[in-house]
């Protein structure tokens, strides 16, 4: 069975432009998550999808953020217009229906903002 | 509100070393424990995990008891391997048990 699955593994982009990147979850899980991790410092929680509606988004740094999971299926996060300070690495993780925080991460992408 | 602690790395061991990781973390009531590791080139994985006071998590030779006294989870290994260079995250549950609020990470590195 495949896992989490992150689309781009690495981006560079200018500050100013627009970036998205695509989170594939496991088959069946219901529970959709975005996590942030600036160099050296904590992971932090950005969103949560259960199916396709966002529970919470009270870590989404500000409105440059947009999250999307479309028919509950993948997710997308776009960054418009991307800023130096949004550079880290964006995981995405999933985890069967309920109340279940114990997740399955991707590898992650690495966004650089230059 | 609700905060994971890790001890700072990096942590540099040689193969067969004690391995103690130090988490201590501050919560309302008595969240969801756990230790992720990151291996290079890797996701986070789940490496073990204990739900209430008292528990112990165990995996691939690593353990960590809950101790609600302390309010800690502290990460050991009595043998580590070349293998277990990683980068390891402890964690614990929010307060409405649905994600997970994570320490900074400590990466160790055992040479051979």
């Known amino acids: 069975e495949a896992g989490v699955t992150q689309f781009p593994s690495h981006s560079v982009i200018e500050k100013g432009q627009t970036v998205t990147l695509r989170c594939d979850p496991i088959?069946?899980?219901?529970?959709l998550y975005w996590y942030r991790r600036v160099m050296g410092k904590e992971i932090k929680f950005l969103l949560h999808f259960v199916k396709e509606s966002k529970q919470d988004e009270s870590g989404m740094p500000n409105n440059r953020f947009l999250a999307e999971r479309t028919g509950g299926t993948y997710s997308t996060l776009k960054v418009q217009p991307a800023e130096l300070e949004d550079s880290g690495v964006y995981f995405c993780a999933s985890s069967p229906s309920g109340r279940n925080p114990e997740s399955f991460f991707g590898q992650g992408t690495r966004l650089t903002v230059v | 509100g609700d905060s994971v602690t890790q001890m700072e790395g990096p942590v540099t061991l040689s193969e067969e070393a004690f391995l103690t990781i130090n988490c201590t973390y501050t919560a309302t009531g008595y969240p969801s424990l756990f230790w992720y590791v990151q291996y290079p080139g890797e996701g986070l994985q789940l490496l073990l995990k204990a739900t209430k006071a008292d528990d112990k998590g165990s995996n691939k030779g690593f353990e960590a008891t809950y101790r609600k006294e302390t309010t800690s989870f502290h990460l050991e290994k009595g043998s580590v391997q070349v293998s277990d260079s990683a980068v390891y995250f402890c964690a614990c549950a929010n307060q409405a048990g649905t994600a997970l609020i994570f320490g900074k990470g400590t990466t160790l590195s055992v040479s051979s």
């Open positions: 088959s069946g899980h219901d529970n």
